[in-house]
């Protein structure tokens, strides 16, 4: 193409275009092209253009995010309103302008993301990609603007914010010669506003992922074992203003809290101080710039970093009371006494306890049970609603209840030889009823991540499915401080049993993998479709597929399990729940969940039958590449039948096993609307038609990251790498 020095030419690549004859050309975004000779005076650096000048949804080097108060001017990100639909969308990124030098993620709602105040070098939460962007922050009386630019590794970058309101940077890289992506943020369930309350702190590696910090505990214990952290944490002690026993706690390693207030004082001794005087202020932090951070009231958004990550450490008011002086002669007097009265008043009230404890055990098994009865498996779409016609649900319900006497007789007392397994919520036994029915026990353990609300989904939701491809539910014992829901028992254990042990999966030739794939498919149609509850797993995974004497898959565990109502396609939450590998996108990362979660959970189930192998995650380039991007790139290259399991090989067909890769790849497209139905899924696994052919880079998740390449061992870093459509 000849270029010459006075022509505009529109380009639609992104790359960097130089003449000859000294002159100068540069690409600057798809659509826009500048050109100009050397001894012209023509602007040549992109920090000079405003931000407007490009894509709303762009961030190009050099140019600005930021605002002038005395010009009265903004300048921000905003997304686009889909993949192919350039109109606004419901998310824009900019810097906010009541803190200090930290950019804000908002929707429609309000926040929904920051990256936590600017120090020196710097933001500590955000996933910089070290050698390729560096962030600088300009702060003047009127003004405070964001830069970046790149060096290192890759000379052409740009930042953009999708339309579904992830905030990552593009840069070509030259060692591998294509694009690569970091993801910014929201990169976890922890990056989000306010997950944990006032004085909690999260923690994605932890479960449950919110704790309250020291000297502190949940204002409402009740909610946090059901997983609702929003009401946040209050302190132990009270504090008292001016008490010798004030000091501070140092915390590090953690994302700062909003609504700070900052002052330049001398050095860290002198930030301590002011904190220690001001009765209202609850925590301070000081950085190497001399900036001394002060909060005052409740601390919220607070975050736990990765080692080394952050270089300003947090400090926390703490109050510690101290009664610990001697004891005087008429105290211990006192102290006799009453320990004489309470051994006397605690012998009669030992022997009243004793004859109503069982009463009592009775009345609470009996209300227990009748707030199951009494709960419309309906209303278990809406969390916290209670039905106002619980009569009239009660003979649409059939739970029967077991007695605790009963299940320890058949299960030799919970016999260590008994147990098949154990997981978060506990662990489960085989037993065996009078009758000769023999049964799984699910016993709930007191330290169980399933609350209330999760067992009474189980209990309930289950009861009224009936479906080959579903594991058959029993009843449940609710006695004591006992939980427990009772199942057929499965001899073959679970899916993941077979395919991912070298000597077992042997065992499961192609054909019944074949009819193991389709049999899930069924079960799931039935939940998305044909029961009359719709009804989204949000926990489908090869552990959770339990097989039959005959090798049947049978779908459990629906703790966590959601119901639409009439025509609800899609439902957003804070508790996102579920094992992040087979996690949808928009489920991790914006608490979106439709269907179309579960039929990407079904895709990566496909891959691993296939191939034998888990979605694993790799931490590192020198790691060999997670299962869904290993099949994506076969296929692209033409070279899919390297994924199917050497052990499956001999049996299989080859085109039908190809066939299932594709459809696989199919569930797993990152734009949910590109992912088929259930009834679309079994009828290409079942009839010969053409499959389409899968578009979109894939994105698989893990418990620490957003992940298809990652490039370090950084929770909040993510790298993914846009592959060729073949």
């Known amino acids: 193409m000849k270029i010459s020095l006075v022509d505009l030419v529109l380009l639609f690549l992104y790359f960097y275009v130089v003449s000859c004859n000294s002159s100068r050309s540069q690409a600057l975004l798809p659509g826009h092209f500048l050109s100009f000779s050397a001894g012209d005076t023509l602007v040549s650096e ?42 606004t969308g419901k998310y824009s990124l900019q810097l906010d302008q009541n803190q200090n030098g930290e950019l804000v993620l908002l929707d429609n709602r309000g926040k929904n993301w920051r990256s936590g105040p600017w120090d020196e070098g710097g933001f500590d939460s955000l996933a910089e990609r070290k050698g390729v962007f560096n962030f600088s922050y300009d702060p003047t009386k009127d003004s405070k603007y964001i830069t970046f630019n790149v060096f290192g590794e890759s000379d052409i970058s740009r930042i953009v914010l999708d339309s579904q309101g992830l905030m990552g940077g593009w840069f070509w890289s030259k060692d591998h010669q294509k694009w690569q992506f970091v993801l910014f943020g929201p990169a976890d369930f922890c990056d989000r506003i306010n997950i944990c309350g006032s004085f909690g702190i999260c923690d994605i590696t932890s479960a449950p992922p919110c704790e309250c910090l020291q000297g502190y505990e949940p204002k409402y214990k009740l909610d946090w074992d059901i997983n609702d952290y929003s009401g946040g944490c209050v302190r132990k002690t009270p504090m008292q203003c001016g008490s010798k026993n004030v000091g501070f706690v140092r915390i590090q390693n953690v994302k700062l809290p909003t609504s700070s207030e900052s002052m330049l004082v001398g050095n860290d001794l002198i930030c301590e101080y002011i904190c220690l005087s001001n009765c209202s202020c609850n925590a301070y932090a ?31 008011k703490l109050f510690e009371s101290s009664n610990k002086g001697k004891k005087k002669p008429l105290l211990v007097a006192l102290a006799a006494s009453i320990t004489s009265a309470i051994f006397v008043c605690g012998t009669c009230c030992y022997f009243l306890w004793r004859r109503n404890l069982r009463e009592k055990g009775i009345l609470r098994k009996k209300k227990f049970r009748e707030m199951l009865l009494s709960e419309s498996a309906t209303n278990l779409a809406k969390p916290g609603h209670s039905s106002n016609k619980g ?6 319900i059939e739970l029967k209840f077991f007695e605790l006497h009963d299940l320890k007789v058949a299960t030799d007392n919970f016999l260590l030889d008994n147990k098949l397994g154990e997981g978060g919520f506990g662990a489960a036994f085989k037993g065996q009823l009078p009758d000769g029915q023999q049964i799984a026990v699910k016993r709930l353990s007191t330290q169980s ?8 989904t189980e209990a309930l939701l289950i009861a009224k499915l009936q479906h080959r491809n579903l594991v058959r539910f029993f009843g449940c014992c609710v006695e004591d401080e006992e939980k427990m829901l009772i199942y057929e028992y499965m001899p073959n254990k679970s899916l993941d049993y077979f395919i991912f042990d070298e000597s077992r999966k042997s065992l499961l030739d192609w054909k019944k993998q074949h009819e193991i794939i389709i049999g899930i498919a069924r079960g799931i149609l039935y939940l998305h479709q044909d029961s009359r509850l719709k009804i989204i797993h949000r926990d489908l995974k090869a552990s959770n597929i339990l097989l039959d004497e005959d090798m049947n898959p049978k779908i459990s565990d629906f703790g966590t399990a959601r119901i639409f109502i009439g025509n609800q396609n899609e439902a957003k939450t804070l508790r996102v729940v579920g094992t992040y590998a087979y996690m949808s996108p928009e489920y991790a990362l914006a608490g979106l969940f439709s269907v179309k979660s579960d039929v990407f959970s079904f895709g990566v189930m496909v891959l691993e039958v296939i191939s034998g192998k888990k979605n694993r995650i790799s931490y590192n380039s020198d790691s060999p590449p997670n299962l869904i991007r290993q099949a994506w790139e076969l296929w692209n290259d033409g070279r899919d039948f390297e994924l199917i399991d050497p052990t499956i090989v001999d049996s299989c067909t080859n085109e039908e096993a190809l066939r299932c890769i594709q459809i696989g790849l199919l569930c797993l497209q990152i734009d949910a609307a590109d992912r088929p139905t259930m009834s679309s899924i079994l009828f290409m696994l079942s009839n010969e038609g053409t499959v389409p052919s899968p578009k979109h880079p894939l994105i698989t998740l893990t418990s620490d990251s957003i992940t298809m390449e990652t490039t370090s061992s950084s929770i909040n870093e993510v790298t993914i790498t846009a592959p060729d459509v073949r």
């Open 449 to 456: 991540r399933q609350g209330i609300r999760e067992f009474k």
């Open 391 to 396: 009569q009239e649900k009660k003979s649409d």
């Open 46 to 87: 992109l920090g000079k253009f405003e931000l407007g000048f490009f894509s709303p949804d762009t961030w190009l080097p050099g140019a600005r995010i930021g605002f002038d108060k005395s010009k009265n001017t903004l300048q921000k990100l905003t997304s686009w309103r889909n993949l192919n639909d350039p109109a």
């Open 286 to 316: 000081y950085s190497s710039g001399g900036q001394c951070l002060l909060w005052n009231g409740d601390l919220f958004d607070l975050k736990r970093l990765p080692n080394n990550s952050s270089q300003v450490e947090f400090n926390l």
